[in-house]
Every structure is written in C-alpha cells, then in structure tokens.
C-alpha cells in the first residue's frame, strides 16, 4: 500500500512540472530610456561582432567599427540577428543575441539612431 501511495505520489509530482520557455520566463518590461549607440549598441557590437567585422576579420568587407557603418546597415543587421536558430545567415555566427538584446537593437532604430 505504501508503494502504490509513493508511486501516486511520485505521478502527481512529475505530471504538476510544468515546462517553460525562456520567452515565457524573460522580463519583456518595455525601454523606456533612449537607446544610444554609444552606451548600449557599440558594446552589443564589440562583444558580439568586430572579430569578424573589422579589419583581419573575416568579413571585413562589411566592417562594423564605427557609428555610420553601423547605422547605415541597421535593417540588414536586424534581420540577421532576428533569423531563426539553423538559418545560415544568423548572427551572430555560433550563437544569438539575447530577446533583450535584440530589442535594444529595434528600440535604438525606432528612437531614430541616436549616436550619443
């Protein structure tokens, strides 16, 4: 009997989990601050994408070392980082920006690409 009540148990346990997804789970409290690129996207840009994108790199072709160069690919960079996990083209290469992340890049645009 003791069995059956711990097998019971155990079963209303495992079934009462419930399983939930990063997006489900993350913070989605809206920016309300100005986004810059100076304070919050260029170091988005040094940790995730100057190894490839800066001189010796390899895409330098496409460098991402300054302001202008970042700002006048802005929809080109928001449609890498937003592509799904598998595609080729996501960026960055081995990895993804955080939901949060992703959304500073989409708040910079939409508060016009403020430099400072």
């Given at each position: 009997?003791?069995?059956?009540i711990?097998i019971?148990?155990?079963?209303?346990?495992?079934?009462?989990?419930?399983?939930?997804?990063?997006?489900?789970?993350?913070?989605?409290?809206?920016?309300?601050?100005?986004?810059?690129?100076?304070?919050?996207?260029?170091?988005?840009?040094?940790?995730?994408?100057?190894?490839?994108?800066?001189?010796?790199?390899?895409?330098?072709?496409?460098?991402?070392?300054?302001?202008?160069?970042?700002?006048?690919?802005?929809?080109?960079?928001?449609?890498?980082?937003?592509?799904?996990?598998?595609?080729?083209?996501?960026?960055?290469?081995?990895?993804?920006?955080?939901?949060?992340?992703?959304?500073?890049?989409?708040?910079?645009?939409?508060?016009?690409?403020?430099?400072?």
């Amino acid at each position: 009997m003791k069995k059956i009540i711990y097998i019971a148990g155990l079963i209303l346990f495992i079934t009462s989990c419930e399983s939930r997804t990063y997006e489900e789970i993350s913070d989605h409290t809206p920016i309300t601050e100005t986004v810059s690129y100076k304070t919050a996207i260029q170091p988005m840009m040094i940790a995730n994408c100057i190894s490839c994108h800066s001189a010796g790199g390899s895409a330098s072709y496409k460098p991402f070392t300054n302001y202008n160069q970042v700002k006048n690919e802005i929809d080109n960079i928001l449609d890498r980082i937003q592509r799904p996990n598998g595609d080729p083209q996501k960026m960055p290469q081995g990895g993804s920006l955080s939901a949060n992340e992703i959304n500073i890049f989409k708040k910079w645009k939409a508060d016009g690409l403020v430099e400072n």
